[in-house]
């Protein structure tokens, strides 16, 4: 089935000067004043889409799709819904499932459930260690060579804290350009721990996770990276000591890259106060300052992208006392208004740092070739339209996810996607989901 060609009238690339872009057979055919005249052009639909701005489709480096095992809080599906609608083109499915993706068979089986859906490109992280128990090495190889070709391994939920699997891990990768994304937490230093260690924790009588226990991997992870000479990517950065840790290792060379959520970018530690579980997250929501220095690192390059750690759970899982309850928030129709409110609105980011954060740079990371690349003629058409002055208000039950866990209940954020096309196809259309053919309603 081929889609139509489609000509995008009056979108600013990158918030740049408003140009005409004309999609055909799944790749950018033309842009500026060649557009309309381009052959293809003629039987184009048109889209109207002056005032908006265009990006490369986003990519999220850290999804949680639930699937398989936790079908009741997210499906490959519904969260590749939720990922098209927040203009997201590619999303990497972190591998703590049931049974764990640490196998050819299960990375290939999320790999076939995201291709049938269709929506946006899932591409499976392998985990690290059997089971994710940290005591040895998954199939990297085998993963790697599997029709999902994987590339990101990682234990996300729990760390990597043993140093000599570490250092295997990120021996093994190297072989095939693989990258260890580490969940940066001491587990001796964060033994029932329920929010950041400081003062609301004193106050509020709850175990503290200190911000070392995060710090203090990344160092040692840094250093046993540039020994090894592989690569590493730290997950959801949340500390300013670990944004200066991550500065210094950049400044030396060594091969990292790190990532920020948006809850980290824009909720503090204070949100524990009314004792609800919808803010409990690993790693814990922090404070004022290290809210201040992520921003500051992610305009600064310290921090190279923004990856949601979508982290669907369902009600269950959620709404009961906080010491029970499982960590995490939903992230992936949110993430690209927090972004706007904290980064773009603040004169921290320009909307091509935007496109950096949030598309080029995890792209790159992940070793996507085809996500991420310029607005350019002969780049294949992932793309996302949003409207910049649009505002909304979220409510958790009319997200597409299958869960309803985000934080930001009924606050009104900016920023609207509007379109969103994957290879040229809209998955979304005027903030609406266009099913593929055949993936069912
Ligand atoms: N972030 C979280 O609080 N939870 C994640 C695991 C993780 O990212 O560590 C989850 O799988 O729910
Ligand atoms: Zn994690
Ligand atoms: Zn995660």
Redesign the pocket.
């Known amino acids: 089935m081929t889609t139509p060609a489609l000509l995008i009238r009056g979108a600013a690339p990158y918030g740049e000067e408003p140009a005409d872009v004309l999609v055909a057979d799944g790749l950018i055919a033309a842009v500026g004043v060649e557009a309309a005249g381009h052959p293809a052009a003629a039987d184009a639909t048109v889209l109207d889409a002056s005032g908006l701005m265009l990006l490369p489709g986003l990519v999220d480096l850290?999804t949680?799709l639930r699937e398989p095992g936790r079908e009741d809080a997210e499906t490959v599906e519904t969260g590749s819904r939720a990922a098209a609608l927040g203009g997201y083109t590619a999303v990497f499915a972190?591998p703590?499932t049931d049974p764990v993706a640490d196998t050819a068979g299960v990375v290939e089986q999320v790999f076939r459930l995201g291709a049938a859906v269709g929506l946006v490109d899932v591409h499976p992280i392998g985990a690290v260690t059997v089971g994710r128990k940290g005591e040895r090495l998954a199939e990297l190889t085998a993963m790697a060579t599997s029709a999902a070709q994987v590339r990101v391994f990682s234990d996300?939920?729990?760390c990597v804290s043993d140093a000599l699997l570490m250092r295997r891990a990120l021996e093994y990768v190297k072989s095939f350009d693989g990258v260890i994304a580490q969940?940066a937490q001491e587990p001796r230093l964060t033994v029932g721990a329920q929010m950041h260690e400081g003062d609301w924790s004193a106050r509020l009588g709850m175990t503290g996770w200190p911000a070392v226990a995060e710090e203090a991997i990344i160092a040692r992870d840094c250093l046993l990276t540039d020994h090894v000479g592989s690569r590493l990517h730290v997950?959801?950065v949340s500390t300013a000591g670990s944004v200066q840790v991550l500065a210094a290792a950049k400044a030396r060379g060594t091969a990292v890259t790190a990532e920020v959520t948006p809850h980290h970018l824009i909720l503090t530690d204070a949100r524990a106060e009314g004792y609800d579980p919808v803010f409990?997250?690993?790693?814990p929501l922090r404070t004022d300052t290290d809210v201040a220095a992520v921003r500051q690192a992610l305009a600064d390059g310290t921090i190279d992208i923004v990856a949601t750690?979508h982290?669907p759970?369902a009600q269950q899982d959620k709404e009961c006392e906080w010491d029970h309850a499982?960590?995490?928030?939903l992230g992936l129709q949110t993430a690209l208004s927090v972004v706007i409110e904290t980064m773009v609105h603040t004169g921290a980011l320009d909307w091509r740092g935007v496109a950096r954060v949030l598309s080029e740079n995890p792209a790159r990371i992940g070793g996507l070739t085809d996500q991420g690349r310029p607005v350019a003629v002969g780049e294949p058409a992932n793309l996302v339209l949003v409207d910049p002055e649009a505002r909304w208000t979220v409510r958790g039950a009319e997200l597409a996810s299958l869960s309803a866990n985000t934080p930001f209940e009924g606050v009104e954020l900016p920023g609207r996607v509007v379109t969103t096309l994957l290879r040229g196809r809209p998955t979304v259309l005027d903030g609406v989901l266009v099913d593929p053919a055949g993936a069912g309603a």
């Open positions: 850290h949680h972190m703590n996300d939920g729990d969940h997950c959801h409990k997250v690993n790693p750690d982290a759970h499982s960590p995490g928030m």
